[in-house]
């Protein structure tokens, strides 16, 4: 694929340069999205990244990360936010551009109970509390529920391929030990150190060189105004310029939330194909069909019901917001249970999208105009296709993923910009997703006709005239950048302690 196209990159760079700084209303990116996987949130995957590792040194591997378990309280005692060990957790990748998987790796997960007891009297009586006193190190024999995990990479089918372990480059064993929830300081004293021996170089079958994977809670990444966006958007006027202070005056709903990560890094040489340099990939979770509620549970952990049968789908994610405020409520559970080969089934939710028509009935005093001219293709270029010279396979079927040129070089923590490619920046989103990108910025602004104004209709399928509010820029006052997050993998930030006190 030859160099990003220099005219998309120039229109870019001079239509938008100026808005680098502010932020626009939004949603939790896929936090309890739709009716099933609203009451199943051990399921519910909240966020997906992907990108060329920006950590000095790891230019050559790409990230994704899978977040799961949405809106957590860091005091969620006394079992927190375990991993459902009867679920089965999955990162896809399809590197030839035709809507299904070629690689995929596969997560899951295992709970035991070691039952710490404390004499009282003349009885050893079990303690109620997942802790029985200080954990600095995997498998503390203080810690009584310990939760563990196993990693395969199938090759083709994600049912019917080739199916390999991943293992521990130290040693080589398939099973890896997950950090306990960051239940407190006095719990835990030095959370990031003691996260940090989770933090395992692996070995992936069939790639040249060791890759790298953790799994255990971190700070919600994700920075949003969410209670007043939901409340008929509820947010500052747009305009073409904003007050500075407009971009810092709400609050982050999401500031005090936690949710697990499961982060991989993997050699880039490993996920794309020789002549295409174009990668897409997205997260799904999934259950057994079969499910009996046992009225009598056996003591243990976890033993209210019994589960078996195929897997059946209930979580699927990639660009942030589609399922969330794109899908019709009617079709969100069938969304999360598809996959993207079958995307044709829901064209018109992007081709005819409704919230455009919600955010100018909103502000329609203040002029605002949904674009004009349907169906939307700049917005199938974006969402189902890729961006020509961007980030679009040779040959593409068109389906809804996180795409990543990943012969883009990445840009190092410091020197991002928010916006993406929309603010110049051909290394973040859409092309991939760091986590300091403000996808929310980016998928509202496009969703007014941003692409439409760089004037480019042989590519988008539209030009300005049919963008009315396309220079706008919107902000729920909740900011962030790349400031926000860490310099090296997993690159998220440590969770917020239960209890902060020391």
């Known amino acids: 694929m030859p160099a990003v196209n220099f005219k998309i990159r120039s229109a870019i760079a001079l ?128 810690l009584q529920m310990q939760e563990t995990y196993t990693v395969n990479i199938v090759r083709g089918d994600r049912r019917s391929g080739q199916r390999q372990a991943v293992t521990n480059a130290a040693g080589g064993g398939t099973t890896f030990d997950k950090p306990v929830d960051n239940i407190g300081k006095k719990s835990i004293p030095d959370y990031a150190a003691y996260a940090g021996q989770h933090l395992y170089n692996v070995n992936i079958p069939g790639c040249d060189s060791p890759g790298r994977m953790f799994v255990g809670q971190r700070k919600d990444p994700f920075v949003v105004n969410v209670g007043e966006a939901l409340d008929l ?26 949710v697990t990560a499961i982060a991989i890094e993997v050699p880039t040489s490993c996920l794309r194909t020789a002549n295409e340099p174009v990668i897409g990939a997205w997260t799904t979770a999934s259950l057994r069909q079969g499910r009996v509620i046992n009225p009598a549970p056996d003591s243990g952990l976890f033993t209210t019901t019994k589960e078996g049968g195929a897997w059946a789908q209930v979580s699927r994610l990639a660009m942030p917001l589609v399922n969330e405020v794109v899908i019709g409520l009617k079709d969100k559970d069938k969304f999360n249970a598809s996959k993207p080969s079958g995307d044709a089934q829901f064209l018109t939710y992007i081709t005819n999208p409704t919230l455009a028509a919600v955010i100018e009935s909103q502000f329609s005093s203040a002029g605002v105009k949904a674009p004009t001219k349907l169906p939307r293709n700049d917005l199938v270029t974006a969402f189902l296709t890729g961006v020509p010279g961007l980030n679009k396979p040779a040959n593409v079927v068109p389906s809804e993923m996180m795409r990543l040129n990943t012969e883009i070089a990445p840009k190092a923590k410091g020197a991002q910009n928010r916006l993406g490619v929309i603010g110049g920046d051909t290394a973040g989103f859409p092309n991939g997703r760091r986590p300091g990108d403000d996808v929310v910025d980016v998928e509202l602004r496009v969703l007014m006709g941003k692409l439409c104004t760089l004037n480019d209709p042989a590519t988008f399928g539209c030009a300005p005239a049919d963008a009315p509010s396309g220079t706008l820029q919107f902000t729920d006052g909740a900011y962030t950048d790349d400031s926000n997050y860490d310099a090296a993998f997993p690159y998220l930030r440590t969770p917020l302690a239960g209890s902060p006190q020391e």
């Open 15 to 142: 239509s938008i340069g100026a808005m680098s700084a502010v932020s626009s209303p939004g949603f939790a990116s896929s936090h309890r999205e739709a009716p099933f996987i609203s009451q199943n949130p051990s399921v519910d995957a909240t966020d997906f990244y992907m990108f060329r590792s920006y950590e000095p040194g790891r230019e050559n591997y790409t990230t994704m990360v899978a977040d799961y378990i949405p809106l957590q309280d860091p005091p969620g005692g006394p079992i927190f936010f375990p991993m459902n060990q009867n679920g089965l957790y999955e990162i896809h990748v399809d590197n030839n551009g035709d809507g299904k998987e070629d690689l995929t790796f596969q997560f899951q997960f295992k709970n035991e109970l070691k039952d710490i007891a404390l004499p009282v009297g003349d009885k050893q009586v079990s303690i109620p509390v997942i802790n029985g006193s200080r954990i600095e190190s995997p498998k503390s024999p203080n």
């Open 233 to 258: 958007l509820n947010i500052k006027t747009p305009a073409v310029e904003l007050n500075p202070d407009a971009e810092r005056s709400a609050r982050d709903d999401l500031a005090r939330k936690n």
